[in-house]
């Protein structure tokens, strides 16, 4: 059958031509993704015996019980929780003037110059970043350096004396790691928010003018709410990134534990799958009921 | 009486091109303005000028006799039409109604309730709820016709306001949008590039070409007195003479003739006494019902149309295409015409 044919042949037989476009990567998508993920999900209704350290292959809420009552774990999950709030306010709150910049004033060079200065740290090693980080917060490093030079230095060591953020230094902090983590997602934040911003007509932004809206009011009526959208993809990222992030935590700031690092020791040293997995559904349901609750004040009525 | 709107001698420059070139015109209050011309012709420039979305680079635009350059929009008492419409997509089609009260601080009931009122000026009371992607062009129109009137502007600018409707549906729009600035009394100053609507509508109507005013006129005086070549191309669809073609038929200045005056014959058929006459080859007839537009392309190089009555177009029915014509007209039925300004 030469090509003609074939085109001839997916031609009157769409459905056909549709399947070969996706049945491959469907058929990846399916078993390999979901597939782990189920078998993830599966495995954290089984449980382990404490004495024999064997895994249990009968299905139980037994392990889920240990993770919701259990202090220590319900303190890790309450700690990856609030950074992952804190860390996608902040990403949130620095990346909408830069993305508005981006989509609504920048022109031609400028444009292309904030686009690419956006994505290059991402075409960088995530490790060597972060490392980077260990060193720019150390307490000999540069940023304690200059906080020295400029006569910083007390206010620096007041955000370190401050209970629950603080620690002997930035790089050693839950504060340092937040500044990680906020740099190293912010991308995430503002591209999905350029987007968005980049859609809006500027005849709306004329129009509320037209009709008396000062422009806070046309920021606040108009544009935040079309921007929103955008937000929401972007903080999906923002959250779901630094939930499941494992480095950033073992390397930059205080030793408390974070999901990723618990899924991480438990399937590997401690050899607790059903405890590993059943951490790792807790982003999923976090997640979940962030998108619900997104939902709900309207996020997505704009798509 | 204090003009609506005054140009004095306004300028706008984008780079090297002249938006807007030395501009003065005043609107009365009441008027129903249209600005008229192809697109680039600087009649949106003017009205972004007068919404105070742009400032003038020289001269000055005045509102009710106030200099208003260095007042932003949401200062003026003007409000537009835009042409996409730019309804807000995240809002009702009432809460849109309502938005201009809403940013003024009127209460939630009372701005409601006047938008509601909006609503069924432009007959779409029952469709407040809906969201403007569920409305068809024409709803959509209507509410941003609402949309504007809500704030009770002394000006309405209208930007190509029925540019995205079907044909039917802006005969229609023409007539109310007519009656309702009447009932009104607001000024309208309307932009668009249909000389159809400008002439069907207009109190006045500027045409604009190359970011200069060539003739502000009454629709008929346009229509049958055209002063620049340009006005009588753009308005009336009009045969124009050059001063050259105009010499050869003895005549001193450059003039234009509308098809309706032209009589065609058969070539070697004498015209008139006291009438002038050319010849041509015809190049196409086309049938319109009532008349036919035959093209005519004359020896002088230019191509004429002359509008045929169903009439007469039985005596030239034995002419072929390619055939040889005679065309005539009465002197009197030839407009002199001056200098294009913007050319």
Same mark, same amino acid.
């Given at each position: 059958?030469?090509?003609?044919?074939?085109?001839?042949?997916?031609?009157?037989?769409?459905?056909?031509?549709?399947?070969?476009?996706?049945?491959?990567? +469907?058929?990846?998508?399916?078993?390999?993704?979901?597939?782990?993920?189920?078998?993830?999900?599966?495995?954290?209704?089984?449980?382990? #015996? #404490?004495?024999?350290?064997?895994?249990?292959?009968?299905?139980?809420?037994?392990?889920?019980?240990?993770?919701?009552?259990?202090?220590?774990?319900? =303190?890790?999950?309450?700690?990856? +929780?609030?950074?992952?709030?804190?860390?996608?306010?902040?990403?949130?709150?620095?990346?909408?003037?830069?993305?508005?910049?981006?989509?609504?004033?920048?022109?031609?060079?400028?444009?292309?110059?904030?686009?690419?200065?956006?994505?290059?740290?991402?075409?960088?090693?995530?490790?060597?970043?972060?490392?980077?980080?260990?060193?720019?917060?150390?307490?000999?490093?540069?940023?304690?350096?200059?906080?020295?030079?400029? &006569?910083?230095?007390?206010? +620096? =060591?007041?955000?370190?004396?401050?209970? &629950?953020? &603080?620690?002997?230094?930035?790089?050693?902090?839950?504060?340092?790691?937040?500044?990680?983590?906020?740099?190293?997602?912010?991308?995430?934040?503002?591209?999905?928010?350029?987007?968005?911003?980049?859609?809006?007509?500027?005849?709306?932004?004329?129009?509320? /003018?037209?009709?008396?809206?000062?422009?806070?009011?046309?920021?606040?009526?108009?544009?935040?709410?079309?921007?929103?959208?955008?937000?929401?993809?972007?903080?999906?990222?923002?959250?779901?990134?630094?939930?499941?992030?494992?480095?950033?935590?073992?390397?930059?700031?205080?030793?408390?534990?974070?999901?990723?690092?618990?899924?991480?020791?438990?399937?590997?040293?401690?050899?607790?799958?059903?405890?590993?997995?059943?951490?790792?559904?807790?982003?999923?349901?976090?997640?979940?009921?962030?998108?619900?609750?997104?939902?709900?004040?309207? /996020?997505?009525?704009?798509? | 009486?204090?003009?609506?709107?005054?140009?004095?001698?306004?300028?706008?420059?984008?780079?090297?091109?002249?938006?807007?070139?030395?501009?003065?015109?005043?609107?009365?209050?009441?008027?129903?303005?249209?600005?008229?011309?192809?697109?680039?012709?600087?009649?949106?420039?003017?009205?972004?000028?007068?919404?105070?979305?742009?400032?003038?680079? !020289?001269?000055?635009?005045?509102?009710?006799?106030?200099?208003?350059?260095?007042?932003?929009?949401?200062?003026?008492?003007?409000?537009?039409?835009?042409?996409?419409?730019?309804?807000?997509?995240?809002?009702?089609?009432?809460?849109?109604?309502?938005?201009?009260?809403?940013?003024?601080?009127?209460?939630?009931?009372?701005?409601?309730?006047?938008?509601?009122?909006?609503?069924?000026?432009?007959?779409?009371?029952?469709?407040?709820?809906?969201?403007?992607?569920?409305?068809?062009?024409?709803?959509?129109?209507?509410?941003?016709?609402?949309?504007?009137?809500?704030?009770?502007?002394?000006?309405?600018?209208?930007?190509?306001?029925?540019?995205?409707?079907?044909?039917?549906?802006?005969?229609?729009?023409?007539?109310?949008?007519?009656?309702?600035?009447?009932?009104?009394?607001?000024?309208?100053?309307?932009?668009?590039?249909?000389?159809?609507?400008?002439?069907?509508?207009?109190?006045?109507?500027?045409?604009?070409?190359?970011?200069?005013?060539?003739?502000?006129?009454?629709?008929?005086?346009?229509?049958?007195?055209?002063?620049?070549?340009?006005?009588?191309?753009?308005?009336?669809?009009?045969?124009?003479?050059?001063?050259?073609?105009?010499?050869?038929?003895?005549?001193?200045?450059?003039?234009?003739?509308?098809?309706?005056?032209?009589?065609?014959?058969?070539?070697?058929?004498?015209?008139?006494?006291?009438?002038?006459?050319?010849?041509?080859?015809?190049?196409?007839?086309?049938?319109?019902?009532?008349?036919? !537009?035959?093209?005519?392309?004359?020896?002088?190089?230019?191509?004429?149309?002359?509008?045929?009555?169903?009439?007469?177009?039985?005596?030239?029915?034995?002419?072929?295409?390619?055939?040889?014509?005679?065309?005539?007209?009465?002197?009197?039925?030839?407009?002199?015409?001056?200098?294009?300004?913007?050319?």
């Amino acid at each position: 059958m030469n090509l003609r044919a074939a085109s001839t042949f997916f031609y009157r037989r769409p459905y056909g031509y549709l399947a070969l476009l996706l049945v491959p990567p +469907l058929l990846w998508f399916g078993t390999v993704y979901l597939g782990s993920l189920f078998a993830l999900l599966w495995q954290s209704f089984y449980r382990i #015996d #404490d004495f024999t350290a064997q895994i249990v292959r009968e299905p139980t809420l037994e392990t889920y019980k240990q993770l919701v009552t259990q202090p220590a774990n319900v =303190d890790i999950v309450v700690r990856t +929780l609030t950074m992952a709030v804190a860390v996608t306010i902040a990403c949130a709150l620095i990346a909408l003037p830069i993305a508005t910049y981006m989509a609504r004033y920048a022109r031609g060079r400028m444009k292309a110059f904030f686009y690419v200065g956006v994505m290059l740290p991402m075409w960088t090693s995530y490790l060597v970043k972060v490392y980077a980080w260990r060193l720019l917060l150390a307490k000999e490093g540069i940023i304690a350096w200059v906080a020295g030079k400029l &006569g910083l230095m007390s206010v +620096l =060591d007041a955000l370190l004396a401050a209970p &629950g953020i &603080g620690g002997p230094s930035l790089s050693t902090s839950y504060l340092g790691m937040f500044i990680v983590f906020t740099y190293m997602w912010l991308p995430f934040m503002i591209l999905p928010m350029a987007a968005a911003l980049e859609r809006v007509p500027g005849s709306l932004l004329q129009a509320s /003018a037209d009709l008396g809206a000062r422009p806070a009011q046309t920021f606040r009526n108009v544009v935040l709410p079309l921007a929103v959208p955008g937000i929401a993809a972007g903080s999906v990222f923002t959250f779901s990134l630094t939930l499941g992030d494992y480095v950033i935590p073992s390397v930059v700031g205080a030793p408390g534990y974070f999901i990723g690092m618990m899924v991480y020791t438990q399937q590997g040293t401690a050899g607790n799958i059903p405890l590993a997995a059943a951490f790792s559904v807790v982003p999923i349901v976090l997640i979940s009921i962030y998108l619900a609750i997104a939902k709900r004040f309207g /996020a997505f009525d704009a798509l | 009486m204090t003009s609506a709107i005054e140009f004095r001698a306004v300028s706008r420059v984008f780079g090297e091109v002249r938006a807007v070139d030395d501009v003065s015109f005043a609107i009365e209050p009441g008027e129903f303005f249209a600005m008229l011309g192809p697109s680039g012709s600087g009649k949106t420039s003017c009205l972004r000028l007068v919404a105070g979305f742009d400032a003038p680079d !020289r001269g000055e635009v005045l509102l009710d006799g106030q200099d208003v350059s260095a007042v932003p929009p949401y200062d003026r008492n003007v409000n537009t039409v835009f042409q996409d419409y730019a309804l807000f997509p995240h809002m009702t089609v009432l809460q849109n109604v309502a938005y201009g009260p809403r940013v003024k601080g009127v209460e939630r009931g009372e701005r409601e309730q006047r938008a509601r009122e909006m609503l069924e000026l432009v007959q779409l009371g029952a469709l407040g709820e809906r969201r403007p992607a569920q409305l068809s062009g024409g709803q959509r129109q209507r509410v941003a016709l609402a949309r504007a009137l809500i704030n009770r502007p002394k000006v309405l600018l209208l930007d190509e306001p029925l540019g995205a409707l079907d044909l039917k549906l802006r005969e229609e729009m023409q007539i109310e949008l007519k009656s309702l600035q009447k009932k009104l009394g607001i000024t309208f100053v309307y932009v668009t590039h249909d000389q159809g609507e400008a002439l069907s509508m207009a109190d006045r109507v500027a045409v604009f070409n190359k970011g200069k005013i060539e003739q502000l006129a009454a629709p008929r005086e346009l229509y049958t007195r055209p002063r620049t070549e340009f006005v009588a191309r753009f308005v009336g669809g009009a045969n124009v003479a050059s001063a050259a073609m105009a010499q050869q038929l003895g005549s001193s200045m450059p003039f234009a003739l509308r098809g309706e005056h032209i009589t065609v014959r058969a070539e070697n058929m004498p015209a008139p006494p006291g009438a002038l006459s050319t010849a041509g080859a015809v190049v196409a007839v086309q049938y319109h019902g009532a008349v036919s !537009r035959w093209q005519v392309q004359l020896d002088t190089g230019a191509l004429w149309s002359a509008l045929v009555s169903e009439e007469d177009a039985r005596s030239l029915s034995g002419i072929p295409v390619g055939g040889r014509v005679r065309l005539s007209w009465p002197r009197e039925a030839a407009v002199d015409l001056a200098e294009s300004p913007g050319a």
